[in-house]
């Protein structure tokens, strides 16, 4: 198994063009929202303290125990970041102003229409065609530049 520090400099090789990491600054994290957008529209038939249980809410869980596997700090960020997701899932949900699954499509979309546009300027094909793990390494990849930011070790 590869260490987080192998799959983040695997990732980085493919992601040096400015254009192309401003890009992925603003679409990974829409590319994640929109998912678990679509995932949180799927509700199951249960509820804790109030609260409608949904898919997103349980495959996060799955998520974050993947990156605590790869690192003792990372996975705090992403779980906050993953509530975060969940947060403004409800938010749109409560605000009537577009049905939450059709909100994350469009922003899907969007997004990987952007994310290719980034490839493209960086002449590199996006690393989940090589390896579909590199999915779940682009959240982390941007999260390990802000705990860099920040002081912190992942």
Request: hydrophobic residues 55%.
């Amino acid at each position: 198994m590869k260490t987080l520090q192998q799959w983040l400099a695997e990732y980085g090789e493919s992601h040096q063009n400015g254009t192309n990491k401003t890009i992925h600054w603003i679409c990974v994290p829409a590319i994640f929202f929109s998912i678990v957008g679509l995932l949180y529209s799927i509700k199951l038939p249960a509820s804790i303290a109030g609260y409608q249980l949904n898919i997103a809410t349980i495959l996060l869980i799955l998520v974050i125990l993947y990156y605590a596997s790869l690192s003792k700090t990372l996975w705090l960020g992403m779980l906050l970041f993953g509530a975060f997701c969940l947060w403004l899932c409800h938010l749109v949900e409560r605000s009537g102003f577009m049905q939450l699954w059709l909100l994350s499509l469009i922003v899907f979309a969007v997004a990987w229409v952007g994310q290719f546009y980034g490839h493209k300027v960086e002449g590199k094909k996006p690393s989940f065609l090589k390896d579909i793990q590199f999915l779940m390494i682009g959240p982390a990849w941007l999260m390990n530049f802000i705990y860099k930011r920040l002081g912190f070790r992942v």
